[in-house]
C-alpha cells in the first residue's frame, strides 16, 4: 500500500501534457473558446503529447446542449486524443431517453428536475415534464429530433481515465476503494465522503460536478467545475511534469 500521490508529485507519462475541462452545461460558446485557446497553446509549445479531457456534464442547464454534443462529436472524430467522461447529468439525460416511463426512472428524474427544459429546447423540442404523458411525449419527440450520433456519443461515455497518476472522473471516488474497483454510481454521483476526505489517494483524483467559485486545488484532488453556466467561466488545469497551470475562458453568464 503507497501512501497515495501528492498533487504537486503527480506525474503523467514523459512528454504528455494534460488539459482537464470543467462541466459545461450547454455553453457552447465557452466550450469552442477553451479549444480554441487550447489548440493555439499546443500549436505554439508544441509538447510531444497531449490529451484534452472533459469531466462530464455537457448537457442541461445552459442554452446549447445540442451545439455542445455537435462540437465534441467532431473534435473527438478528428483526434483520438480528446476524451469525454459521463457525467450524471448525462447519465441521466440518457437514462430519460432510454425509458420507456420516465416518471419511474430514478436516474431519468436529474435530466427532468435539473435543466432538462434548456436541452429539450436546444433540440427544437418543447418540454412537458408535468404529468407522464407529458414526459413520454416529450421523450418520443426528443428522440426523433436528435441525432443518432448523439444518443452515440452518451451511450458510450466511459466513467473515468488514468494518465500516470492522474485518474479523472467527474464526481470523485470512494476512499479506500481500489480505483479499478470504484462504483460507476460513486463515479458521478458522490460527494460528502470524497470531498471531506483528506487522505491522498492511490492517484490524484480530478474531478468536477461540485461547483465552485474557482478551480479548487487540495493534495489530493483537484474540482474544476466553476459553474460554468452561471458564471460564465469554464476551467482547466493543465499538468505537464512539473507544471500545473490553468486556463480560463469567461463570457456572460445565462
Known amino acids: 500500500m503507497t501512501d497515495g500521490v501528492h498533487f504537486a508529485d503527480a506525474r503523467l507519462p514523459d512528454g504528455m501534457r494534460l488539459y482537464a475541462i470543467g462541466d ?19 500549436a505554439r ?39 469525454c467522461l459521463r457525467g450524471n447529468h448525462d447519465h441521466g439525460f440518457l437514462a430519460f431517453l432510454a425509458s420507456s416511463s420516465p416518471a419511474a426512472a430514478r ?27 407529458g414526459m413520454a411525449r416529450t421523450r418520443d419527440a ?6 443518432q450520433e448523439h444518443q452515440a456519443f452518451l451511450a458510450r461515455l466511459p466513467y473515468a481515465a488514468s494518465f500516470g497518476d492522474v485518474f479523472l472522473c467527474h464526481a470523485g471516488i470512494r476512499p479506500g476503494v481500489p480505483l479499478d474497483a470504484q462504483a460507476p454510481d460513486d463515479l458521478i454521483w458522490i460527494r460528502d465522503e470524497f470531498l ?4 491522498l489517494h492511490p492517484k490524484l483524483i480530478v474531478h468536477g460536478h461540485t461547483p465552485s467559485d474557482s478551480v479548487e ?20 488545469l493543465v499538468v505537464e511534469g512539473e507544471r500545473r497551470t490553468l486556463v480560463e475562458v469567461s463570457g456572460p453568464p445565462r
Not at 26 to 38: D, F, P, S, T
Not at 142 to 147: C, G
Request: glycine share 8%.
Open 107 to 133: 436516474d431519468s428524474m436529474i435530466f427532468i428536475r435539473n435543466g432538462g427544459e434548456a436541452t429539450t429546447a436546444s433540440y427544437g423540442v418543447a418540454a412537458d415534464f408535468s404529468t407522464p404523458d
Open 24 to 42: 459545461v452545461h450547454g455553453c457552447r460558446e465557452l466550450l469552442v473558446e477553451m479549444h480554441a485557446r487550447i489548440d493555439r497553446q499546443i
Open 217 to 236: 486545488i487540495r493534495p489530493n484532488r483537484v474540482n474544476v467545475d466553476t459553474r460554468a453556466f452561471a458564471s460564465g467561466r469554464l476551467s482547466a
Open 45 to 83: 509549445e508544441g509538447p510531444a503529447d497531449w490529451r484534452i479531457v472533459h469531466v462530464g456534464d455537457y448537457c442541461d442547464r445552459g442554452p446549447d446542449t445540442k451545439g455542445v454534443i455537435d462540437f465534441l462529436t467532431g473534435r473527438m472524430a478528428a483526434d483520438p486524443r480528446i476524451v
Open 142 to 147: 426528443l428522440t426523433r429530433a436528435m441525432p
Open 196 to 199: 471531506s476526505d483528506p487522505r
